[in-house]
Nanobody
Framework: QVQLVESGGGLVQAGGSLRLSCAAS????????MGWYRQAPGKQRELVAT???????NYVDSVKGRFTISTDNTKNTVYLQMNSLKREHAAVYYC???????????WGKGTLITVSS
């Protein structure tokens, strides 16, 4: 099994920054990719950013240039640096870990980000 634990959420003023962390533990050897998703009230969960084991990143268009995903393999942790936050970025952010063959997806419990004006 894989455990993913997010941290770093909270209340931030519009224009501010936050860094989310997701610590992975368990059977994570050869995990193919990790990522961040978010779910705002009344909306479906959506992709924010992913990073493969090889370091290839992918972002939803709305956060390109504003958010940065990275990993520290020595700590089995993936980060999401979020800058210039807007109210529309408020959501519960979930960490995701994926094995491709066979396909297995793991989720953290989420961390809430609230953006005040």
């Amino acid at each position: 099994q894989v455990q993913l634990v997010e941290s770093g959420g909270g209340l931030v003023q519009a224009g501010g920054s936050l860094r989310l962390s997701c610590a992975a533990s368990g059977r994570i050897l050869n995990m193919n990719a990790m990522g961040w998703y978010r779910q705002a009230p009344g909306k479906q969960r959506e992709l924010v950013a992913t990073i493969t084991r090889g370091g290839i990143t992918n972002y939803v268009d709305s956060v390109k240039g504003r958010f940065t995903i990275s990993t520290d393999n020595t700590k089995n942790t993936v980060y999401l640096q979020m800058n210039s936050l807007k109210r529309e970025h408020a959501a519960v952010y979930y960490c995701n870990g994926a094995f491709h063959i066979p396909l297995k997806i793991y989720w953290g419990k989420g961390t809430l980000i609230t953006v005040s004006s």
